[in-house]
């Protein structure tokens, strides 16, 4: 598996995201979990030109532990009642950024396949 790889699923999975992001009215919450997506994918890029394959997955997992811990911790806080505005804008990204954290992980291990 070479960068060139990675790169072009990067760039198929952002493209997926933004026409989601286009078709879905603007208040809603895959907006704000595409933008999750957004952060994690642009970061991942700009390591792929300087780590290999094992660091790559080493970040992934640590920024999937982080995006949990924050799910997690807001779960306990709330359960299941109303979030405050702020609490869910973070709640949704970090829930974006857990989803494709795992998603580019099964990619750099070659489970998963974003075709054309």
């Known amino acids: 598996m070479n960068r060139e790889f990675l790169e072009n699923q990067c760039k198929r999975l952002t493209e997926i995201h933004r026409k989601e992001s286009e078709e879905l009215d603007l208040n809603n919450w895959y907006i704000v979990h ?7 994918i642009n970061h991942f ?9 094992k660091y790559l997955l080493k970040w992934l997992k640590k920024e999937r532990i982080k ?9 306990k806080k709330y ?11 973070i709640y949704k990204i ?3 950024k857990f989803c494709i954290a795992n998603m580019l992980g099964k990619i ?3 489970e998963k ?4």
């Open 94 to 96: 970090n829930d974006g």
């Open 108 to 110: 750099v291990r070659k």
């Open 113 to 116: 396949y974003i075709s054309k």
């Open 79 to 89: 359960g299941y009642t109303e979030m405050e505005k702020d609490d869910q804008y």
């Open 45 to 53: 890029v700009v390591l792929l030109k300087s780590k290999n394959r």
């Open 34 to 40: 595409n933008k999750g997506h957004e952060i994690i």
């Open 67 to 75: 995006a949990n811990k924050i799910l997690d911790d807001f779960d």
